[in-house]
């Protein structure tokens, strides 16, 4: 008996999309302490009021702490609450008190955290506003309350009415040891409002071009996804970094789509840059263009002191990928009139997980009938396995075998790894077959084909 193998590798990775963890110690980082920063912005916006709402955040793995789910406390303000349309307003995102202290004994030196984020913007418009912190903190004790920060960023006002803004997701990016993140999620989107608005009408053409970026922050020379709306159909729009009010030698170009739309990558090498624009035309003009959005360089532990040298180096992620030793698989004979379980060994199969991210794998077979002389076949369902894995020392996963029991045509998990904080690693996958033939199955070479996929 001969069942061939087949492999359909899938080597994409899932939703990785988010960088993780804080710095060592710092997992908890997603949330707590300290009270609100009272500024000018707050006095202007009568309609400013704290809320509170549910937060999902993530640890680093190097903390050895699951995922903190809290109440988070936190409050937006603008400089304008009565804006007229076509105006700029600055909204600020303080993260009044987050969801837990320090959760180890190691303190926390001085202005290590880079806070980013997302505020939702609803009623007469809607908008995601990207926001931005400096790299400024007290020092954390160990085991003690982390302080409160503030983010800002701007919109343009492009409807009269009634505007609301509600605090979103956000992320503590932390220079020390090593430069890691600690994202924190709404749990049930949409949060509060915090903040609204009134906008009046303020007459005259209004610019309604914008853009959003795909993230607040990275290091230097990631890239950046700038996403745009209401630009001229057609039109070659430059995208660019800012450092305040001057450009940076960051640039890159898209074509905006018959509706005005666009996506386009920026790479940020210059590490003053505190935003990016997307303008039409030669240079910026604010008539022809939209931002700034907020953006930040991470990355470094502040200034280089004199005499010292700065090392920096670079883990590329990989992907996700599988190899057999064989594809083919001879089952022992049986005798007619006898039958009984035809067996053998599976070649081993080595999945590579090189991805570093937050997903683990599966990976399953399923087998066709097989098919004999004169048209003789035994069905998919008589053939089982016994799964076997083995996970490579080091490796940040552990392999969990399938279950013992048919494979049929509908399919079944040969091995699996769940997903995690922190995953990845390498792994050898085995099973014995068994093929059940009937007694008087005709004599002869019956052949199926087992297929095994990746994901």
């Given at each position: 008996?001969?069942?061939?193998?087949?492999?359909?590798?899938?080597?994409?990775?899932?939703?990785?999309?988010?960088?993780?963890?804080?710095?060592?110690?710092?997992?908890?980082?997603?949330?707590?302490?300290?009270?609100?920063?009272?500024?000018?912005?707050?006095?202007?916006?009568?309609?400013?009021?704290?809320?509170?709402?549910?937060?999902?955040?993530?640890?680093?793995?190097?903390?050895?702490?699951?995922?903190?789910?809290?109440?988070?406390?936190?409050?937006?303000?603008?400089?304008?609450?009565?804006?007229?349309?076509?105006?700029?307003?600055?909204?600020?995102?303080?993260?009044?008190?987050?969801?837990?202290?320090?959760?180890?004994?190691?303190?926390?030196?001085a202005?290590?955290?880079?806070?980013?984020?997302?505020?939702?913007v609803?009623?007469?418009?809607?908008?995601?506003?990207?926001?931005?912190?400096?790299?400024?903190?007290?020092?954390?004790?160990?085991?003690?309350?982390?302080?409160?920060?503030?983010?800002?960023?701007?919109?343009?006002?492009?409807?009269?009415?009634?505007?609301?803004?509600?605090?979103g997701?956000?992320?503590?990016?932390?220079?020390?040891?090593?430069?890691?993140?600690?994202?924190c999620?709404?749990?049930?989107?949409?949060?509060?409002?915090?903040?609204?608005?009134?906008?009046?009408?303020?007459?005259?053409?209004?610019?309604?071009?914008?853009?959003?970026?795909?993230?607040?922050?990275g290091?230097?020379g990631?890239q950046?996804?700038?996403?745009?709306?209401?630009?001229?159909?057609?039109?070659?729009?430059?995208?660019?970094?800012?450092?305040?009010?001057?450009?940076?030698?960051?640039?890159?170009?898209?074509?905006?789509?018959?509706?005005?739309?666009?996506?386009?990558?920026?790479?940020?090498?210059?590490?003053?840059?505190?935003?990016?624009?997307?303008?039409?035309?030669?240079?910026?003009?604010?008539?022809?263009?939209?931002?700034?959005?907020?953006?930040?360089?991470?990355?470094?532990?502040?200034?280089?002191?004199?005499?010292?040298?700065?090392?920096?180096?670079?883990?590329?992620?990989?992907?996700?990928?599988?190899?057999?030793?064989?594809?083919?698989?001879?089952?022992?004979?049986?005798?007619?009139?006898?039958?009984?379980?035809?067996t053998?060994?599976?070649?081993?199969?080595?999945?590579k997980?090189?991805?570093?991210?937050?997903?683990?794998w599966?990976?399953?077979?399923?087998?066709?009938?097989?098919?004999?002389?004169?048209?003789?076949?035994?069905?998919?369902?008589?053939?089982?396995?016994?799964?076997?894995?083995?996970?490579?020392?080091?490796?940040?996963?552990?392999?969990?075998?399938?279950?013992?029991?048919?494979?049929?045509?509908?399919?079944?998990?040969?091995?699996?790894?769940?997903?995690?904080?922190?995953?990845?690693?390498?792994?050898?996958?085995?099973?014995?077959?068994?093929?059940?033939?009937?007694?008087?199955?005709?004599?002869?070479?019956?052949?199926?084909?087992?297929?095994l996929?990746?994901?």
């Amino acid at each position: 008996m001969s069942p061939a193998i087949r492999r359909s590798d899938s080597p994409g990775t899932r939703r990785r999309s988010r960088r993780w963890a804080a710095a060592l110690g710092v997992g908890a980082l997603v949330v707590t302490g300290g009270g609100l920063l009272a500024g000018p912005a707050q006095a202007m916006a009568a309609a400013s009021v704290a809320v509170d709402f549910p937060t999902h955040c993530i640890p680093p793995a190097i903390a050895g702490i699951p995922p903190i789910d809290g109440t988070t406390s936190a409050q937006i303000s603008v400089d304008n609450a009565a804006p007229k349309v076509g105006d700029t307003v600055t909204v600020t995102y303080t993260v009044v008190k987050p969801a837990a202290s320090n959760p180890v004994d190691l303190a926390l030196p001085a202005d290590i955290m880079t806070p980013t984020g997302k505020v939702t913007v609803a009623g007469a418009q809607s908008a995601d506003i990207t926001v931005a912190g400096p790299k400024k903190n007290d020092p954390v004790p160990g085991k003690g309350e982390f302080p409160s920060f503030s983010m800002t960023g701007t919109f343009t006002v492009t409807a009269p009415g009634e505007i609301t803004l509600s605090p979103g997701d956000y992320n503590i990016h932390t220079s020390y040891i090593m430069e890691l993140d600690t994202p924190c999620t709404v749990t049930d989107p949409p949060a509060p409002v915090s903040q609204t608005v009134i906008a009046t009408d303020g007459g005259g053409q209004v610019n309604e071009r914008a853009i959003q970026l795909g993230a607040a922050a990275g290091a230097a020379g990631d890239q950046v996804s700038v996403a745009g709306s209401k630009f001229t159909a057609g039109a070659s729009v430059t995208l660019a970094g800012r450092a305040g009010d001057a450009q940076t030698g960051d640039t890159a170009t898209a074509t905006a789509d018959g509706s005005g739309g666009f996506t386009g990558q920026l790479t940020v090498n210059d590490p003053a840059t505190t935003g990016i624009v997307a303008y039409e035309g030669a240079a910026w003009d604010a008539a022809k263009g939209a931002g700034p959005q907020t953006y930040t360089v991470t990355g470094g532990g502040g200034e280089t002191p004199d005499g010292s040298q700065k090392l920096t180096s670079t883990v590329k992620a990989g992907t996700l990928s599988m190899s057999q030793a064989g594809d083919s698989v001879e089952l022992s004979a049986v005798d007619f009139g006898k039958g009984g379980a035809s067996t053998g060994d599976l070649r081993t199969v080595t999945v590579k997980d090189f991805r570093g991210g937050p997903a683990g794998w599966s990976l399953t077979g399923k087998v066709t009938d097989f098919k004999g002389p004169a048209g003789a076949t035994i069905g998919a369902s008589a053939l089982g396995w016994n799964p076997a894995c083995t996970t490579k020392a080091g490796s940040p996963s552990t392999c969990a075998a399938g279950s013992q029991g048919s494979v049929g045509s509908a399919g079944a998990t040969l091995a699996s790894t769940p997903n995690g904080a922190f995953t990845g690693g390498e792994f050898t996958v085995d099973a014995g077959l068994s093929l059940d033939v009937p007694a008087y199955a005709a004599a002869g070479t019956y052949s199926g084909v087992l297929t095994l996929t990746l994901t």
